[in-house]
């Protein structure tokens, strides 16, 4: 009984591996998506705060809105600045305030947070990003299922991990799933952040804006001064 439980454990654990290796981006999967451009796509941001929030918002000024629509704009509890930087952004460029939904998520971690009490409210904000990604979308599909964007835009900080993670989720089960572009911050020239480097191999697409970070030949790509 013990050995058929240990021979069911790994062939569980060999299986899930597989699974998840099989829905990471590769060349093959970023070129097939490349051929989706055309007609309109919803997109969602996720804003980050400070420095974060303005490189995003700068991001999202030199799209046009009506490609990118409806938009999505995630960010942390407690972050009232970047939700009024997404409002007056959509007051300038769109004049369909209904195209745009401003979602407030848990933190995965404060300023300052030890480590230590770190994985109950990571846990927690995945739950709510789990919610918000693979549940809740089951229940408001129309006849066109679909994914809760066809885009999900990321550039840091700790939080956007969290909803990559239920974004692979999607993927895992096999659910509709965004495309995810992460930019890498404009402060970051020589080593990547944190995020950076946990995302790196999970998205489908890698930006940075100074080519001395994709020295060591992984993948990226260098665009040059975006913000």
Not at 118 to 145: D, G, Q, Y
Request: some cysteine; glycine content about 6%.
């Amino acid at each position: 009984m013990f050995r058929t439980l240990i021979l069911a454990f790994c062939l569980f654990t060999v299986l899930t591996l597989w699974r998840f290796y099989s829905i990471l981006p590769n060349a093959k999967t970023r070129a097939a998506g490349k051929s989706l451009s055309t007609g309109t796509k919803s997109l969602a941001i996720f804003l980050g705060s400070g420095g974060h929030t303005s490189e995003a918002m700068t991001l999202l000024s030199a799209l046009d809105f009506n490609i990118y629509t409806p938009r999505t704009y995630f960010f942390s509890e407690g972050d009232h600045l970047s939700a009024e930087k997404a409002t007056e952004l959509e007051a300038e460029k769109s004049s369909h305030i209904e195209q745009f939904t401003i979602i407030t998520v848990p933190r995965a971690r404060k300023v300052h947070q030890s480590l230590l009490s770190t994985p109950p409210t990571a846990c927690r904000s995945l739950v709510t990003c789990i919610w918000l990604i693979t549940i809740k979308p089951i229940f408001s599909w129309s006849s066109s299922k679909g994914p809760f964007a066809d885009v999900l835009l990321l550039n840091g900080p700790g939080t956007c991990l969290i909803l990559c993670l239920a974004v692979y989720l999607n993927k895992f089960l096999g659910s509709p799933a965004p495309k995810i572009i992460y930019v890498e911050s404009f402060a970051r020239v020589k080593t990547l952040s944190l995020s950076g480097k946990l995302l790196r191999s999970l998205v489908d697409r890698f930006i940075v804006q100074w080519p001395d970070i994709l020295a060591d030949g992984r993948k990226g790509e260098c665009r040059g001064w975006l913000v």
